[in-house]
């Protein structure tokens, strides 16, 4: 069976409680119990989303602040289960959301790759054979025995994005990652993930920088209120988007 | 090769990818507990060590409970009692302190409280160093029966990790368990015979009631009677240890896999 899709979203919803006051003791649990003062405000993040990435697309992501790229993302990448509808991925998925998100700040570099590694599911042998790439890419080899808590948010960036993209997964899952870093390290970020869309990857990326998104992407989705308002050629998606900011 | 987000846990691949990530785990865990102090390693065993003889001192010398070899009598216990204790209090917040790796990777959340009581596991072995420094020192010459010390751990293992993955859920929830949990764990360490004789207890028959109740008590006693006591203990004893350690993980897992659903949405 040939499967063209390479994610496959259908009539998803993501809804949260957004409780007024958040209830984290016992006490208030029963009190407000007793008082039936246990209201949430139902809060639709994402709103009926369906839509399919083909296998091999660069597909971005578009919109304002607050209208559920990053929540579609992360029920993607399976973070967050949706409330309704249903998420199919077909293959591995490396997420790049928020750089050296496992990282410990009391450990050195050289252990946080090992152990930012195996959070991401690599096995011990795997990290040993990729570790010089992993130094080479992020150019930090004279800090490797330094704990990372002495490091800049851009050297930390550097080790997260070259530990996320040592390895080809099937979807590669980008959020708002290209803005740290200087702009070298960016131009080869970019450049890396260039290498990926050639080598069938299949892309997602988020971003506020449209020309980024225009310049990457084949397809793009632009959603407005955790609804989908266009989707179709980046191109066209991303001019339209623009139009409607002035 | 589909992954159903929906009905994610394909659990023993999962725990198969996911090992090295244990393992990680641990050690980073152990590295930062002794980074940066003179004697590192050392305080695993001096710690349990000092604590025995303060209570030796306290319960031995001035409350006089009277029991042949006090020293070794405590630390016997205290070491699965430690185990205990460390374990499930560890692993009461993991989930919580793992929470900025949760909200970014998708990662079987179970690993935490486990990866906590594998810690603690690692530094019941440490303990025992203790144990055998004191038996040396007291001139107690160990049981044969001791070589079986593995199963009343094994024991006290599934037991802990059930405790542990009930409580690591329910605190996300509920956090003022972190506060409680403190209380209830010096109550259950008097209700265990850590550093009383069960004899003592004879003219109290409820409280006994309840310290023969008490799982701890059974694997502490269990563990005592082959190191100390060259007893193995009967069918009967082992039938009661396993099936309190499997409802513990049964109940422990069902709550867990009930609530991981929407730690997310809580942490």
Redesign the interface.
């Known amino acids: 069976m040939v499967n063209e899709n390479a994610v496959e979203l259908r009539n998803v919803e993501m809804h949260?409680?957004m409780s007024k006051e958040k209830l984290?003791?016992?006490?208030e649990?029963f009190l407000k119990l007793v008082k039936r003062q246990l209201y949430f405000e139902d809060f639709v993040a994402v709103d009926n989303v369906s839509f399919d990435i083909k296998k091999g697309d660069v597909f971005g992501i578009v919109g304002l602040n607050g209208c559920g790229k990053s929540t579609t993302l992360k029920?993607?990448?399976?973070?967050?289960?949706?409330t309704k509808g249903?998420?199919?991925?077909?293959?591995t998925?490396a997420?790049l959301?928020?750089l050296g998100?496992?990282f410990?700040m009391?450990?050195t570099a050289r252990?946080n790759i090992?152990?930012n590694?195996?959070?991401?599911?690599?096995?011990?042998k795997f990290m040993d054979e990729k570790f010089d790439e992993i130094v080479e890419f992020s150019e930090m080899r004279e800090f490797l025995d330094v704990p990372m808590k002495n490091y800049s948010s851009g050297m930390v960036a550097r080790i997260g994005f070259a530990i996320a993209t040592v390895t080809t997964p099937d979807i590669l899952i980008v959020d708002e990652i290209l803005a740290v870093g200087d702009f070298l390290f960016q131009q080869k970020c970019e450049e890396r993930i260039n290498a990926m869309i050639n080598d069938d990857t299949t892309v997602i990326i988020v971003s506020h920088s449209i020309e980024q998104i225009e310049r990457l992407c084949k397809h793009c989705v632009w959603l407005e209120k955790g609804k989908i308002k266009m989707i179709g050629d980046a191109k066209e998606v991303c001019d339209a988007y623009k139009n409607s900011q002035r | 090769?589909?992954?159903?987000?929906?009905n994610?846990a394909n659990f023993f691949s999962d725990m198969k990818?996911?090992m090295?990530?244990l393992?990680?785990?641990v050690s980073?865990d152990f590295?930062?507990k002794y980074?940066r102090s003179v004697l590192g390693v050392a305080w695993s065993v001096l710690n349990p060590l000092f604590t025995m003889l303060v209570i030796t001192t306290v319960f031995g010398k001035l409350l006089k409970i009277e029991v042949e070899n006090f020293a070794t009598y405590y630390i016997v216990g205290f070491a699965i009692w430690n185990f205990f204790s460390e374990a499930t209090s560890n692993s009461l917040g993991s989930i919580l302190s793992a929470a900025?790796?949760?909200?970014?990777?998708?990662?079987p959340k179970y690993i935490f409280p486990i990866e906590k009581c594998l810690f603690s596991l690692v530094n019941f072995f440490f303990t025992l160093i203790a144990v055998v420094i004191v038996m040396l020192f007291q001139g107690v010459v160990p049981s044969v029966t001791a070589i079986l010390f593995p199963i009343p751990v094994i024991y006290c293992f599934i037991f802990v990790c059930g405790v542990s993955l009930f409580l690591s859920a329910a605190t996300v929830y509920?956090?003022?368990i972190q506060h409680l949990y403190g209380v209830l764990l010096t109550m259950l360490m008097y209700l265990t015979p850590i550093i009383y004789p069960l004899e003592l207890l004879n003219d109290h028959s409820f409280v006994l009631r309840i310290v023969k109740i008490n799982p701890i008590t059974h694997y502490v006693e269990y563990f005592r009677n082959l190191v100390m006591y060259n007893t193995i203990p009967s069918l009967e004893e082992n039938l009661i240890c396993i099936g309190m350690s499997l409802l513990a993980l049964l109940v422990g897992g069902f709550v867990f896999k009930k609530a991981e659903?929407k730690f997310?949405?809580h942490i």
């Open positions: 949260f409680n984290e003791s016992l006490k649990y029920i993607i990448s399976g973070i967050l289960e949706p249903t998420v199919k991925t077909y293959g998925i997420p959301i928020e998100a496992g410990d009391d450990l252990e090992y152990l590694g195996s959070v991401l599911g690599y096995s011990k | 090769m589909a992954k159903d987000t929906l994610k990818k996911f090295p990530l393992k990680n785990l980073k590295k930062i980074r900025p790796l949760i909200k970014k990777v998708y990662i509920f956090r003022d659903g997310i949405l």
